[in-house]
T-cell receptor, first 114, second 111 residues
Framework: DTEVTQTPKHLVMGMTNKKSLKCEQH?????MYWYKQKAKKPPELMFV???????INESVPSRFSPECPNSSLLNLHLHALQPEDSALYLC?????????????FGPGTRLTVL | GENVEQHPSTLSVQEGDSAVIKCTYS??????FPWYKQELGKRPQLIID?????GEKKDQRIAVTLNKTAKHFSLHITETQPEDSAVYFC??????????FGAGTRLTVKP
């Protein structure tokens, strides 16, 4: 399996809902990432997990909560989001933790917050 | 932190012409410079990358050059084709997994 997969593809949620985004890779990669991408903008780094430990948190609001249960799986828990959080959420992985390398992106989850 | 600037924001060329996109970075410690192509509604995909110990790298119609002293790197696409139309992002990264993207260049190749 040479791809990063993400579920769901689309998600619509109200501001009081709790939902989770899921990301999976079976390439043996040891670094995993969450990015947020607004329309016509570049991906914006949110979190980095290196060897299943959170290594970078780019001052993301606490309504976004990442979790890395194992080396293949990355979750993003969402709670009390705002309409401005609507965006494409991209997951990525790269072979080595703690070192720059090619990042393989998933197809993204398009999130709409009503 | 690292800051990456990318120019131009839009670029339109005729099929068969060359396209050049330029990026500058601020952190002299950055040592990895990938270029990603993102088609509408699709995920970003790596098209070429270069590390700071190399000045130039080529892969068929695509080449990247790096000037460490000036802290800039460029993407060159020769013999452009309509399927090259997409948004291209440069990025810079150093000795961790923190990668910063440029603002993107929307390339249109007219048949």
């Amino acid at each position: 399996d040479t791809e990063v997969t993400q579920t769901p593809k689309h998600l619509v949620m109200g501001m009081t809902n709790k939902k989770s985004l899921k990301c999976e890779q079976h390439m043996g990669h040891r670094a995993m990432y969450w990015y947020k991408q607004k329309a016509k903008k570049p991906p914006e780094l949110m979190f980095v997990y290196s060897y299943e430990k959170l290594s970078i948190n780019e001052s993301v609001p606490s309504r976004f909560s990442p979790e890395c249960p194992n080396s293949s799986l990355l979750n993003l828990h969402l709670h009390a989001l705002q309409p401005e959080d609507s965006a494409l959420y991209l997951c990525a992985s790269s072979p080595v933790g703690g070192a720059p390398d090619e990042q393989f992106f998933g197809p993204g989850t398009r999130l709409t917050v009503l | 932190g690292e800051n990456v600037e990318q120019h131009p924001s839009t670029l339109s060329v005729q099929e068969g012409d060359s396209a050049v996109i330029k990026c500058t970075y601020s952190d002299s410690a950055s040592n990895y410079f990938p270029w990603y192509k993102q088609e509408l509604g699709k995920r970003p995909q790596l098209i070429i990358d270069i590390r700071s110990n190399v000045g130039e790298k080529k892969d068929q119609r695509i080449a990247v050059t790096l000037n460490k002293t000036a802290k800039h790197f460029s993407l060159h696409i020769t013999e452009t084709q309509p399927e090259d139309s997409a948004v291209y992002f440069c990025a810079a990264s150093y000795n961790n997994n923190d990668m910063r993207f440029g603002a993107g260049t929307r390339l249109t190749v007219k048949p």
